[in-house]
């Protein structure tokens, strides 16, 4: 982050997405309540647009509140859709520069990992435009999670880990008790025999969302792609 930028509160504008009127007043009506000092990030859920910006859906509903123990298996929440306070941004200033899969889930993982408040807003705020030209884009629909699937029987799931974990190794002195724990069993479903790496997610309440996010989850463990 450039350290000259100064504000109360900030947001990512790093896309070519929309904003709806609304979409700033509706997230400091959250932050606001939060206390100064701690990091907080409001995000949310999006509406699908097409490249000409004709809406056709919406993206997931994550219906669970935002925890670590989430934010280490999954993001959800886009960076279109962030505004976060200057504690978060100063903590990420603190931070530095780190290698990770993606900036709007290292700020998911580093916020509630600190012991910071995460808000997902159900309703959508932004117009997320998908067009080829998406890097990741939005996962929804029956291709969009055969590709999801593919990527991990890959490796690209255990690869994403990997980035992210080093990263929080990096942070752990700022993570909480709970966090560092979790971090921890997070690494043992990632190693050790099957019973291990089993009874490692059993007893985390590391998850993703969805059920059938948990069942690939799951899979992942036991096939140690994770």
Partial sequence: TDRDID????AFCDQDDIWLPDKLRHALSWIRNVPSATPAVYGGRTRLVSAAGVPYGRAPLFAKAPSFANALAQSIAGANTMLFNRATKSMIEQVGPLTVVSHDWWLYQLVTGSGGIVHYDPVPKVDYRQHPGNIIGCNRG?????????????????GWNEINLAAL?????????EAR???????AMRRGNLY???????????RRQTLLGNVALLTAIVLRKV
């Fill in 181 to 187: 724990a979790l971090m921890d069993d997070y690494q």
């Fill in 196 to 206: 291990q790496r089993v009874r490692a997610f059993a007893r985390s309440g590391i």
């Fill in 142 to 158: 029956v291709r969009a999670q055969l590709k999801r699937v593919r990527m991990v029987f890959k490796g690209g799931f255990s």
């Fill in 169 to 177: 190794q990096e942070v752990r002195h700022l993570l909480t008790d």
């Fill in 7 to 10: 504000g109360d509160y900030f």
